[in-house]
């Protein structure tokens, strides 16, 4: 059975459903986007996270895509264009969500017919998955047989992948969760997961880290990246620097997932961090933690450089930070 978080956007007649992350696990609310319009804002709203904007995204533009059917195809491919750069734009930092959009275009130009949009969000649904399943593999094989994890934030497939892999080969892994604020998607998604897939897992505040890794306890340092540019810096949820920087002091590798390095980021200067709203890490789930005559800064992301990667790990295998040119030997730039 998958879990509970492996399937959270879902197309149906209506609009798109989306899982809300904000309240999992305490509440399992699906909340209901008609148009191309309400998903740019649920996923603005952290409504869905990780993973799930991509896959709202795919699913938001074939909702534009169903209004446009009866308009000639120039004037309709224009209007799905620029829905495109507005659900791209919601999250800036993870260009996951330009291949979302740039799979279903793709399925709509090859056709000239806006009607293939779901053609293409199908393929990109079923691609992402595909290279999530093969990244997980790829991971398992570094992991020791009796190995514990320390993980970050919410990777999502990639940890489910991950850890349905491991499970494949007879090991046994046990993880320490980062609470991960302001949003606790450590201690809500990442641990309620885990534990669904019957995982031992200890959940651990944000900074803990550096004490965990100094005790000798954990085997690996093991989350998802955002972005990966080519010459290897690390940009994910903030957070991460720290616990690379701490893994690197006390000998414990760290495995960063990205299904590839991005070719349009050469340079961490390539990459935008998102600063969200200050005022977000003065509460935790929409209460008060803090004096509100504190201010708060919230850069969402952080950038850890190649020197505290210990390797990248790809749909297409494992790699140092001065190999991912390696990843597209063969492919036309």
């Known amino acids: 059975m998958e879990p509970v978080l492996a399937d959270s956007v879902r197309l149906t007649d209506e609009g798109v459903l989306v899982l809300d992350r904000r309240r999992f696990p305490f509440e399992r609310e699906w909340v209901l986007c008609r148009t191309a319009e309400e998903v740019a804002k649920a996923v603005e709203d952290m409504v869905t996270q990780s993973s799930g904007p991509y896959f709202a995204v795919l699913y938001g533009m074939v909702l534009k895509a169903r209004t446009l059917e009866h308009l000639p195809f120039e004037q309709a491919r224009q209007q799905l264009a620029a829905t495109a750069h507005v659900l791209e734009n919601t999250r800036r930092t993870n260009n996951a969500l330009r291949k979302a959009t740039a799979v279903v275009l793709e399925a ?9 949009a779901l053609d293409g969000a199908r393929t990109g649904d079923e691609r992402y998955r595909g290279k999530s399943r093969a990244l997980g593999e790829h991971t398992a094989a570094l992991l020791p047989d009796d ?4 993980t970050h934030c919410w990777a999502d497939l990639y940890l489910t992948e991950t850890v349905k892999a491991a499970q494949r080969r007879g090991k046994r892994l046990k993880f320490f969760c980062t609470e991960t604020r302001p949003y606790l998607q450590g201690a809500r998604l990442t641990a309620e997961t ?3 897939m019957g995982v031992d897992t200890t959940l651990i505040t944000d900074g803990m880290g550096a ?3 100094q005790s000798g306890e954990v085997d690996a340092l093991v989350t998802a990246a955002d972005r990966v540019t080519m010459d290897g810096h690390v940009v994910n949820k903030v957070g991460t620097l720290g616990l690379a920087v701490a893994a690197h002091a006390f000998g414990v590798p760290f495995h960063a997932q990205v299904q590839a390095p991005d070719l349009n980021a050469p340079t961490a200067q390539d990459v935008e961090i998102e600063y969200r709203d200050g005022a977000e890490v003065l509460q935790v789930l929409g209460r008060p933690s803090a004096t509100p005559r504190a201010k708060g800064l919230y850069p969402a992301f952080d950038v850890t450089p190649p020197r505290f990667v210990t390797d990248v790990v790809t749909d297409r295998g494992v790699f140092r930070a001065g190999e991912l040119d390696e990843y597209y030997e063969g492919e036309q730039r």
């Open 108 to 116: 709509v130009d090859e056709h000239r017919d806006v009607s293939r």
């Open 147 to 150: 190995a514990t994890v320390l």
């Open 194 to 196: 885990l534990i669904e």
């Open 211 to 213: 004490a965990v890794l």
